[in-house]
């Protein structure tokens, strides 16, 4: 199906343990972005990519680890998950288009890390 | 303070209201601006882009102030499907190239019978 989808939609892990949230989108869009969503801070971008191989920092990169091999996927990595990363976590694609710079989101993994 | 500023309500209306949303940014760079809605427990989707003249969308109206760096969403004959989060996004070119999109954190709508 075209989109934008995530993997897994749920996940409960133990603090310590390494997660990885995949995401996968079939338009080819250029950039694709890790968010996470808590109450009390709105979405939060924690890595983006602008392009295969390229990758950056967002606004709260730590512990978190991204890779982008491929245009289609942009897998996001909890190296040793801490109870602080339980939240929703979102990916989005966008292409640059005009000034519409839309970005279209996944469905979002809820984790918790007990 | 934070980049987008928005009253997170609820805003509790009855259907058929008018009901107004407001939100202030604070980096005057911001380029692009947009009203997102998210339903419970879903994914943010765009409702509209907003203009510095103004942009209408059927019920729907986006109001820009750049020189006040606010940005408004009024929403008329309110219905019970218009119940949800809706957020407030601004847009920033930054060093790395491509755009930045800050989110605030929303202000809930709750429209009743």
């Known amino acids: 199906d075209a989109g934008i989808t995530q993997s897994p939609r749920y996940k409960i892990t133990e603090t310590g343990r390494q997660v990885t949230l995949m995401c996968h989108q079939t338009w080819s869009h250029s950039y694709m972005f890790w968010y996470r969503q808590d109450l009390g801070h709105g979405l939060r971008l924690i890595y983006y990519s602008a392009a295969a191989d390229i990758t950056d920092k967002g606004e709260v990169p730590d512990g978190y680890v991204v890779s982008r091999s491929k245009t289609e996927n942009f897998p996001l990595t909890l190296e040793s998950a801490t109870r602080s990363q339980t939240s929703v976590y979102f990916c989005?694609?966008?292409?640059?288009?005009?000034?519409?710079?839309?970005?279209?989101f996944g469905p979002g993994t809820r984790l918790t890390v007990t | 303070r934070k980049e987008v500023e928005q009253d997170p309500g609820p805003f509790n209306v009855p259907e058929g209201a008018t009901v107004a949303f407001n939100c202030t940014y604070s980096?005057?760079?911001?380029?692009?601006f947009f009203w997102y809605r998210q339903d419970c427990r879903k994914e943010p989707k765009l409702l509209m882009s907003v203009y510095s003249s103004g942009n209408e969308d059927g019920r729907f109206t986006a109001q820009l102030n750049r020189a006040s760096q606010y940005i408004s969403l009024l929403i008329r004959d309110s219905k019970l499907s218009d119940s949800a989060t809706y957020l407030c996004?601004?847009?920033?070119?930054?060093?790395?190239?491509?755009?930045?999109?800050?989110f605030g954190t929303g202000t809930q709508l709750k429209v009743e019978l």
């Open positions: 980096n005057s760079a911001s380029q692009s």
């Open positions: 989005a694609s966008s292409e640059l288009a005009g000034t519409t710079y839309e970005q279209y």
């Open positions: 996004v601004v847009n920033r070119a930054h060093t790395g190239g491509g755009n930045k999109l800050t």
